[in-house]
């Protein structure tokens, strides 16, 4: 009896220690034992697993099928997953599923089947390969678009060149008005593939050195008579701005894009922000966070209280021909222009989109910098969890994000600090942390997530529920375009993404000081 004791509490130290989530179960699939890392994982406490079916942590659809596999496997003694290992949905308390793979081993005890889960959580990692995958796709689609392209502009050189000494011979006056609608079509068909080009990355740039306010100042002046008196036109633009290589013509052709598909998306009215300011990526956050290099830049900011995009339409706005307008004949070229423009000029373009709430585009443009202008110090070199400072020791930060990779860049940031931390992948979710009575002295949110509370009605309840809790939002979007979507209007602490690593630690100093 002593040596049964002594193995069960070598047993639990194992599993407790364990980096990797861990279930063991019987041969009926109910839980026997559970390590901190499975419970975590599925947002259990430990105690609330052990003696449950392990359906409960499977969707509907699998755990169907589980008692079946189970026994199956008992009689048959075939090898479906035991041994093998397979990419399966796990679900955790609050109903939300999650891809996992999972590895099985079995023993026996006493005669009895048991069986003994190891559990790797992919979410990061899917994010991982959907983003590398479509950066892949783009590259394929621009390759093969360029080389569509350059041949179909060879094909309409000819019928261009052929139609215009037609037209110079001495065509009579039934063959002209037909050999003008051709030249024309052929004159949109080279308009076309010189869009084309530009979003495969080999259109012919003319880049010059010039101040990115004037140009969008000039720019905004046509685009306000093209869109009219109901949609209202708001710039933020920094003070001396940094100067950049840009080809003018065609930073003009990609703001009115975006300002054209800004007008669609909000329907009869709306309202559309332009803002720039210089902005230097010496952050190893905000550089994973937007994956882009770090350096100079001039970023323009263009925002929309428009309808915003659907994750799908995301990963695929950039692709040409892509479009949401089908009834108004979008023809799918505008972003893939965009994407092509920013490529081929050196820079980069983020997009942060929430259905119903509108959709912000960021233009990164490399600035142009003398070699003696001082970089400042660089946060890579920072430490998970340091020496607290006076305002982060002791306390316990609540990180609320349903993005798996910026919850996980979020938390980092704050260890960095050192700060504890709690994790909620939703405002729901989180709600249900402090009414569980975790210890809590700040809730660092998201503003827009899925479920019934958004960052505004979390805050809300916050503050009147938990008194005592701080409260600081965090939004891609700029705070004074979003705030006006959402229903509350209690001036909250709002950060916007992507900040610096140098921005959280002084808003995170000034909440706790004061």
């Known amino acids: 009896m002593v040596k049964e004791t002594e193995d069960s509490a070598v047993l639990n130290a194992i599993l407790d220690a364990a980096v990797d989530a861990m279930i063991v179960s019987d041969h009926k699939g109910i839980i026997e034992r559970a390590n901190a890392a499975a419970a975590k994982m599925f947002q259990y406490e430990t105690s609330e697993m052990i003696g449950k079916s392990l359906n409960i942590l499977m969707p509907a659809a699998l755990a169907a099928q589980h008692d079946g596999f189970m026994s199956h496997h008992i009689k048959t003694g075939e090898k479906r997953i035991i041994g093998i290992g397979r990419d399966v949905e796990g679900q955790r308390k609050d109903g939300t599923t999650f891809p996992l793979h999972l590895s099985v081993g079995n023993s026996e005890i006493a005669g009895q089947p048991l069986f003994v889960g190891i559990l790797h959580d992919q979410t990061e990692q899917k994010a991982t390969e959907e983003i590398l995958a479509r950066s892949q796709r783009l590259d394929a689609i621009g390759q093969m678009t360029g080389g569509i392209a350059h041949d179909f502009n060879n094909l309409l050189t000819v019928i261009i060149g052929n139609l215009e000494l037609l037209e110079m011979q001495g065509a009579g006056a039934r063959q002209l008005p037909l050999i003008k609608d051709a030249l024309e079509s052929a004159e949109m068909g080279a308009d076309l593939t010189s869009r084309l080009m530009m979003f495969a990355g080999r259109s012919n740039l003319k880049p010059e050195e010039a101040d990115l306010q004037q140009l969008c100042t000039d720019t905004l002046e046509m685009i ?178 349903d993005n798996a990779k910026v919850r996980k860049l979020s938390l980092e940031r704050i260890q960095s600090l050192g700060f504890e931390t709690l994790e909620a992948d939703s405002g729901d979710a989180a709600y249900q942390l402090l009414l569980n009575g975790a210890r809590v002295d700040l809730v660092f949110s998201d503003l827009v997530m899925p479920g019934s509370l958004n960052g505004y009605d979390l805050a809300a309840k916050v503050e009147a529920e938990f008194p005592n809790l701080k409260v600081l939002l965090t939004s891609g979007y700029a705070g004074d375009v979003i705030s006006s979507r959402l229903p509350q209007s209690h001036p909250f602490e709002l950060l916007h993404k992507p900040y610096r690593q140098a921005e959280l630690v002084s808003r995170l100093k000034q909440m706790f000081s004061a």
């Open 224 to 401: 306000k008579m093209s869109l009219g008196a109901n949609y209202q036109i708001r710039t933020d633009f920094a003070a001396n701005l940094d100067r950049v290589l840009i080809d003018p013509t065609q930073f003009k052709s990609a703001l009115m894009n975006l300002a054209f598909n800004a007008r669609d998306a909000m329907g009869h009215s709306g309202e559309l922000l332009i803002s720039t300011s210089n902005v230097t990526i010496d952050d190893r956050y905000i550089a994973q966070e937007i994956d882009i290099e770090p350096g100079h830049y001039v970023r323009l900011s263009i925002s929309d209280t428009g309808d915003g995009m659907s994750a799908e339409a995301q990963k695929r706005a950039f692709e040409p021909f892509f479009t949401t307008k089908t009834e108004t004949g979008g023809t799918g070229l505008g972003l893939a222009m965009v994407h092509g423009f920013m490529r081929q000029s050196a820079g980069h373009v983020t997009l942060y989109s929430e259905l119903g709430l509108g959709t912000s585009f960021g233009l990164y443009f490399p600035t142009l910098t003398d070699d003696a202008k001082e970089t400042p110090a660089s946060d890579t070199d920072l430490q998970v969890n340091p020496k607290p400072e006076s305002y982060s020791e002791g306390k316990v930060v609540l990180v609320v994000e």
